[in-house]
């Protein structure tokens, strides 16, 4: 009987131990997801840039029976606010998402010298084009931002126990 005790407080004591490891490892992990949600054509603004989705338009299927891809292509417009020079390079490096589908490309239109160093007071247009598969041809999707664009409002939410993020609904 001693022994099952003894076995039994061992047990409960090891449980204890290993839910306050839990905690501590999870305690400054943001559990709630803020998501700002942006319409196509609104403007977006930081402290340095502004821009907008202006479209998102599909092609014909392309690629043969064993792959097919449709060409989806986001344009948008940007605009260094600041009186600096900016990157605005992560811009490329955002997602298009179909539910749980996301879709990332360095295809498109743009002038790479200026995404990299957008002189003050300068708008560029930056056109996107990724290969999505072709049951989302003519589906809604949402463009989600990369976060490197805004990373002082993502620290901010992360201090208050959330994620951040931007999302455009096309």
Same mark, same amino acid.
């Given at each position: 009987?001693?022994?099952?005790? !003894? !076995?039994?407080?061992?047990?409960?004591?090891?449980?204890?131990?290993?839910?306050?490891?839990?905690?501590?490892?999870?305690k400054?992990?943001? $559990?709630?997801?803020?998501? #700002?949600?942006?319409?196509?054509?609104?403007? $977006?603004? #930081?402290?340095? !840039?502004?821009?907008?989705?202006?479209? *998102?338009?599909?092609?014909?299927?392309?690629?043969?029976?064993?792959?097919?891809?449709?060409?989806?292509?986001?344009?948008?417009?940007?605009?260094?606010?600041?009186?600096?020079?900016?990157?605005?390079?992560?811009? $490329?490096?955002?997602? !298009?998402?179909?539910?749980?589908?996301?879709?990332?490309?360095?295809?498109?239109?743009?002038?790479?010298?200026?995404?990299?160093? *957008?002189?003050?007071?300068?708008?560029?247009?930056?056109?996107?084009?990724?290969?999505?598969?072709?049951?989302?041809?003519?589906?809604?999707?949402q463009?989600? $931002?990369?976060?490197?664009?805004?990373?002082?409002?993502?620290?901010?939410?992360?201090?208050?126990?959330?994620?951040y993020?931007?999302?455009?609904?096309?």
């Amino acid at each position: 009987m001693k022994i099952k005790l !003894l !076995l039994l407080v061992l047990f409960l004591f090891g449980v204890g131990i290993w839910g306050y490891r839990v905690y501590e490892v999870n305690k400054g992990v943001a $559990i709630k997801y803020d998501l #700002d949600t942006y319409q196509k054509d609104e403007w $977006i603004a #930081d402290d340095k !840039l502004r821009f907008t989705v202006i479209d *998102l338009s599909y092609g014909a299927i392309e690629g043969d029976e064993d792959y097919s891809y449709v060409p989806a292509t986001v344009k948008m417009e940007v605009e260094n606010t600041s009186e600096e020079t900016i990157s605005v390079s992560q811009l $490329i490096e955002s997602k !298009l998402s179909y539910g749980m589908d996301y879709y990332q490309t360095m295809d498109g239109e743009f002038d790479v010298n200026q995404v990299k160093e *957008l002189p003050p007071n300068t708008t560029i247009p930056i056109t996107l084009v990724y290969s999505v598969a072709p049951k989302y041809k003519n589906k809604a999707a949402q463009f989600y $931002i990369d976060q490197n664009l805004y990373t002082e409002k993502v620290k901010e939410q992360f201090k208050h126990g959330k994620r951040y993020g931007i999302v455009v609904d096309l």
